[in-house]
């Protein structure tokens, strides 16, 4: 079954520092989202792309955060200057039409970011 | 404005017992979805239902079973005859349809412990 990928599983950055997650998100997907999830807390939506373009955000995601489907098949979350509390889990997720499909939105696996 | 409550922060339960995580939404749309997912200590997240708004059947899977209750506006699962497998955070979610990108707000979620 086609999975959505996320690379790297870890990943350990300065505060300070720029970082890219990337993700691939599952071949005929058109719709893709960027989750964050800090330790022990839940889900929250950060992001949906679609159509090459942001279709929403949250108030998370503000000028630090961008997002980028730059080769038509990895989707990344880039922070440019990364803060200690944006140490968790982010998870990519990708879904076929959206609202009208019967398909949910596929999850990857997640990089755990960890903000020195 | 969309909202996923999960009043059960954590349950513990010897195995074999049956175990109900509560969940109750919030929503102004008509047309909604509804999700559970299962995050075990690796972290990355199971997707276990997705449930819309019109359909309000109960639903079983094995020893997992869905009650669904547009009334009350809950979506409660049941884990029967409980093993010590089931031991994750579960997290309750929704849709709503007019969103166009079909963003999904997760609860807080339940910490399940299934005791051997």
């Known amino acids: 079954e086609p999975e959505v990928t996320q690379t790297p599983s870890h990943q350990v950055t300065q505060m300070g520092q720029e970082v890219i997650l990337r993700c691939v998100p599952i071949s005929n997907h058109l719709y893709f989202y960027w989750y964050r999830q800090i330790l022990g807390q839940k889900v929250e939506f950060l992001v949906s792309f679609y159509n090459n373009e942001i279709s929403e955000k949250s108030e998370i995601f503000d000028d630090q955060f961008s997002v980028e489907r730059p080769d038509g098949s990895n989707f990344t979350l880039k922070i440019r200057s990364t803060k200690l509390e944006d140490s968790a889990m982010y998870f990519c997720?990708?879904?076929?039409?959206?609202?009208?499909?019967?398909?949910?939105?596929?999850f990857g696996d997640g990089t755990r970011l960890s903000i020195l | 404005a969309q909202k996923v409550t999960q009043a059960q922060t954590e349950i513990s339960v010897v195995e074999k017992e049956d175990v109900t995580l509560d969940c109750v939404y919030e929503t102004r749309d008509t047309t909604y979805y509804l999700f559970w997912y299962k995050q075990p200590p690796s972290g990355e997240l199971v997707f276990l239902i997705r449930r819309n708004s019109f359909d309000e059947q109960n639903e079983i899977s094995g020893r997992y079973s869905w009650n669904f209750q547009k009334s009350t506006s809950s979506f409660n699962f049941t884990i029967t005859a409980s093993q010590v497998v089931d031991s994750a955070v579960y997290f309750c979610?929704?849709?709503?349809?007019?969103?166009?990108?079909?963003?999904?707000?997760f609860g807080k979620g339940t910490r399940l412990h299934i005791l051997p």
């Open positions: 997720a990708s879904s076929e039409l959206g609202s009208y499909s019967n398909q949910p939105q596929h």
């Open positions: 979610a929704l849709s709503e349809a007019m969103n166009r990108d079909d963003k999904i707000i």
